[in-house]
């Protein structure tokens, strides 16, 4: 029985572990940034990465993607890159160009009906439904439910102060 | 902060309306009230929100808007309902227990850790999250079966809550309704639950509009802070947005996200400004094996 159980767990590992290889394959440089020998403010900058440069991304750590790209190898800030190809529905050129400016795609989706899913029309023509509510509820985690559940998985929390906004950054 | 006098003053007729509907109440008192509420609320300092952007100062919607918690939850539920009529909540009793013991400990962490936070999964391949006010948060099964890590589950869900936090939606609402709506409650011809449905509209459209986009970036900031507060792994929600970044905007699955929120792409280029090296040297937990797994 337990054998058997394991079996689809395994299987799941196993192809989320493909699933992630594959999608972690390629990548775009979001914008210039420094790659590093390793994956650290202070490691030693090996080479840098311009806006657009297709990177091969090899492995993700924290707030880092290992990379591979014409300009050499190393470590750099994963929000500096973004997986996948250009976007999709752009033509490759364009994607590109969009994508240096920072501006693919943006303002260009338009809405259309008979979509399945959570369409607007859908959600525009929905009917409250008091049982799932109280359903929903049903389920809600206390302060200290939560703090317990944290503690297991030991999680510990720590003072974090927020993120300026852009214009305070600069 | 000096555009507040003219712009706010006009939503906030609104909501004294909306916060007086169930009972008689004289305007001129209420307004002057009010107004001296946000004289104090606007002197308050180190609220994550008073550099928002956007029409109106959010730091000024608890004390000059005048919403009640109870108010704002009533709405809040009535919205949630409104969803979970067109997509129910997945039959996994485990599954929805998990994401409120994540959530909750996510909102632990905010300014607002007493509210009774809810969270679901609703049953829809589409790829969303939704926020309602008062702590209603819903994200979709499409999204949900994206997730690798809980600390992803976390990034996403503490975005949500950034939004309840900032109390977001209840901006919008003051902007699209409050005229109508005030009219209505002068004339003295609705109740309170007619008020709160006039308020939301029809079904659930309120979750097909469009948020001022520096509050989807403001959420977005304070999503990787909220998780980080949490002990996970702040880079959880930049992560989803690396996978959905590269879904063609007019895959029906995306769609609705993709027209509510500043593609993927922008909203990575946004953090990637602001954080800079802030989260160097915070290790956090992604807890790859603790996520539930939906079945299939």
């Known amino acids: ?170 | 902060m000096g555009r507040t006098s003219t712009s706010a003053l006009l939503p906030s007729l609104l909501l004294i309306c909306f916060a007086g509907g169930a009972h008689a109440f004289d305007l001129g008192q209420e307004l002057k009230k009010a107004m001296e509420q946000g004289t104090q609320q606007q002197a308050e300092p180190g609220r994550p929100s008073s550099s928002a952007g956007g029409g109106i100062d959010l730091g000024g919607v608890r004390g000059l808007f005048g919403f009640s918690e109870e108010e704002e939850i009533a709405i809040g539920r009535q919205a949630a309902g409104n969803l979970l009529g067109a997509a129910p909540l997945v039959k996994d009793a485990t599954l929805q227990k998990y994401v409120n013991n994540v959530g909750r400990w996510v909102a632990n962490q905010s300014e607002r850790p007493d509210l009774r936070w809810h969270f679901g999964v609703i049953d829809s391949n589409d790829i969303n999250a939704f926020a309602a006010p008062g702590g209603y948060i819903f994200v979709t099964k499409g999204l949900y079966r994206l997730l690798r890590t809980e600390s992803e589950l976390a990034g996403v869900l503490a975005h949500e809550i950034g939004h309840v936090v900032e109390r977001h939606h209840l901006k919008i609402l003051q902007q699209s309704q409050w005229l109508d709506l005030s009219g209505k409650l002068l004339s003295g011809a609705a109740g309170e639950n007619q008020v709160i449905k006039n308020l939301i509209g029809n079904g659930a459209e309120i979750f097909a509009r469009s948020l001022d986009k520096n509050a989807e970036y403001e959420a977005d900031r304070m999503a990787m802070v909220l998780a980080a507060r949490a002990g996970y792994d702040a880079f959880g929600l930049p992560a989803v947005l690396q996978d959905i970044g590269h879904a063609a905007a007019d895959d029906s699955s995306v769609r609705l996200l993709f027209k509510t929120h500043p593609h993927p792409d922008d909203r990575l280029a946004h953090l990637g400004d602001v954080v800079g090296d802030r989260f160097d040297g915070l290790k956090g937990q992604t807890l790859e094996k603790r996520l539930y797994r939906i079945k299939p």
């Open chain 1, 1 to 170: 029985m337990r054998t058997l159980r394991k079996v689809p767990a395994l299987l799941g590992a196993l192809l989320l572990a493909i699933g992630t290889a594959l999608a972690a394959q390629e990548g775009i440089a979001l914008k210039a940034d420094a790659l590093k020998a390793e994956p650290f403010r202070d490691a030693k900058t090996v080479g840098s990465l311009a806006t657009g440069d297709r990177v091969e991304i090899l492995k993700k750590q924290g707030g880092w993607f290992q990379v591979k790209s014409a300009r050499g190898s190393g470590w750099v800030r994963m929000l500096s890159v973004r997986r996948g190809e250009a976007r999709k529905g752009d033509g490759d050129a364009t994607g590109l160009l969009g994508l240096a400016s920072g501006r693919a795609g943006t303002g260009r989706v338009v809405a259309t009906t008979g979509i399945r899913g959570l369409s607007e029309e859908q959600l525009k023509e929905a009917k409250y439904n008091e049982s799932e509510v109280q359903k929903a509820e049903s389920y809600t985690t206390t302060r200290a439910e939560a703090r317990q559940f944290a503690a297991s998985g030991k999680l510990v929390s720590r003072k974090v102060d927020y993120l300026p906004t852009p214009e305070s950054a600069k």
